[in-house]
Each structure stands twice: as structure tokens, then as C-alpha cells.
């Protein structure tokens, strides 16, 4: 398995959206290894296709703190949304950040498994607002989208500032 590199905002990848993804085999068996692997490493609780440079509809996820609760999303569909929960996110692709986002508290999403399968499935909570988090991804979307836009364009020449200093 491969450690991927993750893009950071705000480079321009990250806004492109996804397409569909139209056969699981084994090479997106593949890719879906080395995105657990990434995501684990980093360490985070989500990682969508979009940020490993990859713009099919892919995502991985696991909240547990123990790393024993995987989930894969292939073309995710968010079927229904209710309620409402405000937390703290964070996203690998912008690093060192933590804002208070709204989304909703529960959802019910269809997608196909490592399989193939088509699963529908419900999810509450902070798991709801992985899935939503990432979903957004996919279609270029960032939780920065969600603050003002001078708190993102701070977060945003911070990010940029560090990178220069790192290369
Ligand atoms: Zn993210």
C-alpha cells in the first residue's frame, strides 16, 4: 500500500468535481487501500478521492477511535437530510484548522460497497457529518465554503504563507 499525497487548500484541485465512478475492481480496490492508509496515517477520520488528486466518487471514513469502523462510499447519494448539528470540523486539506460548521444530524445515503452492492444506509451524528463533509468534496467543496469570506481568506494566506516557507 502507498501513502498519498494530499492537496491543501487552496490549490485549485480541490475544486474539481467528481465523476462517477463506473466500474469496482480491483484497481479501485486498490486506490481504496492506499486512501485508508493515508487517511489513518494523517491521522483523520475521512479522506474523499478529490483530495488524493483522484476526481472519481469515492470516499473513506472511520470515526471509531480504534480505527475498526471503515466505511466505503462509492457514488454516494444523499437521499434525505433532518435536524441540525452544529461541531468543530477540521479537514486534511486544511491543515491546523477548526471551525464550527452546520449540517445535518441525520441522513440517509446510498452508494455501492467494495463489492459493487448497492447499500442504503442511516447515519446519526458525527458520522452524518463525515459523510456530508466528504460528500462535499466530491463535488469540490470545502468546510471553509461554509465560514466568511474573511475568515476563509485568512485561513487561506496562512496556508499559502507556510507552504512558501516550507519549499
Ligand atoms: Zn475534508
Do not use: W
Not at 485508508?36 to 472519481?56: C, N, R, S
Not at 440517509?108 to 457529518?129: I, K, P
Amino acid at each position: 500500500m502507498t501513502i498519498l499525497r494530499i492537496l491543501v487548500f487552496p490549490d485549485p484541485r480541490l475544486r474539481k468535481k467528481a465523476t462517477p465512478v463506473e466500474v469496482v475492481d480491483d484497481a479501485l480496490r486498490g486506490l481504496i487501500d492506499d486512501m485508508f492508509e493515508t487517511m489513518y496515517a494523517a491521522p483523520g477520520i475521512g479522506l474523499a478521492a478529490t483530495q488524493v488528486d483522484v476526481h472519481k466518487r469515492l470516499l473513506v471514513a472511520d470515526i471509531s477511535q480504534e480505527k475498526t469502523d471503515p466505511y466505503i462510499l462509492i457514488n454516494p447519494q444523499l437521499l434525505e437530510k433532518d435536524g441540525v448539528i452544529v461541531s468543530e470540523e477540521g479537514c486534511l486539506s486544511v491543515p491546523g484548522y477548526y471551525e464550527e460548521v452546520e449540517r445535518a444530524e441525520h441522513i440517509r445515503v446510498s452508494f455501492l460497497n467494495r463489492d459493487g452492492a448497492e447499500v442504503e444506509m442511516e447515519a446519526n451524528g458525527m458520522l452524518a457529518v463525515c459523510f456530508q463533509h466528504e460528500i462535499d468534496h466530491l463535488d469540490g467543496k470545502l468546510f471553509v465554503d461554509y465560514l466568511s469570506e474573511a475568515k476563509r481568506q485568512r485561513i487561506r494566506n496562512r496556508l499559502v504563507r507556510d507552504r512558501r516557507h516550507q519549499s
